[in-house]
Every structure is written in C-alpha cells, then in structure tokens.
C-alpha cells in the first residue's frame, strides 16, 4: 500500500516539473491571449472557464498577470475582478491543499533551508490568518510559490482561504481596472473624458494598492519575517 502512495507521489511531483517546463518553453502567452479571444464571446461559460484556466494557471506556476488585464478588457472591471478573484482563490486553495498532501515532500525540498520560510512559517504559527492577509497585500513572495509554501504551515484551510480572498481583492481591482481602462483606450469609442478618467482612476488604484502593500510589508517585517 504504502509503494503505491510513493509511485502515485512521484508520478504527480514528475507531472508537475513537467508542467512548469513546458510553462516556460510554450509560447503560454499567445495561447492565453487566443483563450481570452475565445471566451469573449462565450457569455457566463466563458467566464466560468476563464476562472477555471486561471487556477490551472496559478497550480502549474503559469505567470496569470495577463489573464488579469485581459478579464479586464473582456468584461470590464466588476465582472472582471470577480472572474479573476474567482479563478486566483481557487488556484491558491488547490495549491495548498495539495503541498500538505501529494506535493508536501517536494515543496518541503523547496523551502526547508530558506530562512523566509522559517520566519514565515513562525510568524504564521503566532498570528495565523493574519499574516496570510499581509503576505496577500505585499508581493514579497512570488504568488504561485507562497500557496504552496502556506501548505506548510499551521494556518487551516478557512482562515488562509478568508484571508487570501480579502488580501487579493485591491490589487485584483488595480491590475483589471487597468486592463478594462487599456481595452477602453484601445477602442477608440469612448470619448476623451471618459477614456481619461478610466486611466487616472486605473493608475490611482495602483497607487493605493502600492501603498497598501508598502504598509503590509512594514507590519510582515514587524511580525519577524527577515529579508522582506
């Protein structure tokens, strides 16, 4: 029983080296922009399956950066942001669920001797969700590698999943808002004040999420996380 679990370990730990090196070779960001053509005109399916590619996309370490500007330049900024949020939280949880199961012993490979993940991991076993939430605000860590790296650590499922959805939700609007503004400048059929006012509100958001996680980074590095 026992070398069935290893092999079906090893068989999962190989497809997923498999699948970031064919992430990192395969023009991913021409197929991605041709998806986002394809679920354009797909209505509520297309936004489902916009949200399911997401989270395959965040599991395999695919960079999603594009498919958040492009849900904002297929469906605007609130149907939009949702899609994403949708699909990122979704990822998130899927990748932690399976570093505290099938990947447990290659993510532990990755981050047992990393001295962030130490201080991660004690800063998380005293302030739980919270940390989770600063983390979320402040890219300090790559997304993809630190929903794996949270597996390993003593939060529950409730609390890091409430935490990753809230913690996304700025830079989530910033970063579609900016891909709706762009799609609308792009079209050349809005008029010149509201093309103006969608950028300064796009660029103002950015601002604010910034500055959120600059305050973030501040309360992760009072909490004990060194090197942040």
Do not use: C, H
Not at 30 to 55: C, K, P, T
Not at 73 to 96: E, K, R
Not at 184 to 190: D, E, H, I, V
């Amino acid at each position: 029983m026992a070398s069935r679990l290893n092999v079906r370990i090893v068989l999962a730990v190989v497809a997923a080296i498999a699948l970031v090196a064919l992430a990192r070779t395969l023009p991913v960001g021409e197929w991605l922009s041709a998806f986002q053509g394809w679920a354009e005109g797909q209505g509520v399916l297309g936004m489902v399956v916009f949200a399911l590619v997401y989270a395959a996309a965040v599991v395999a370490f695919v960079p999603a950066s594009i498919l958040t500007l492009g849900a904002g330049a297929v469906y605007g900024l609130w149907p939009g942001a949702l899609v994403v949020l949708a699909g990122a939280s979704l990822g998130a949880v899927l990748s932690f669920l399976l570093a505290r199961t099938t990947f447990r012993a290659r993510v532990e490979s990755w981050a047992g001797d990393n001295p962030r993940f130490r201080a991660l991991d004690g800063a998380v076993a005293r302030e739980g969700g919270r940390i989770v939430f600063l983390v979320r605000l402040s890219p300090i860590f790559p997304f993809t590698y630190v929903n794996y790296v949270f597996g390993l650590t003593g939060v529950g499922v409730l609390p890091y999943s409430v935490a990753t959805v809230v913690g996304m939700i700025p830079g989530t609007i910033a970063y579609v808002y900016l891909g709706s503004a762009a799609a609308t400048a792009a079209s050349g059929t809005a008029s010149a004040t509201r093309t103006a006012l969608q950028v300064v509100g796009a660029v103002a958001a950015v601002l604010v999420t910034v500055w959120a996680a600059r305050l973030a980074k501040r309360a992760i590095r009072d909490a004990g996380v060194a090197g942040t």
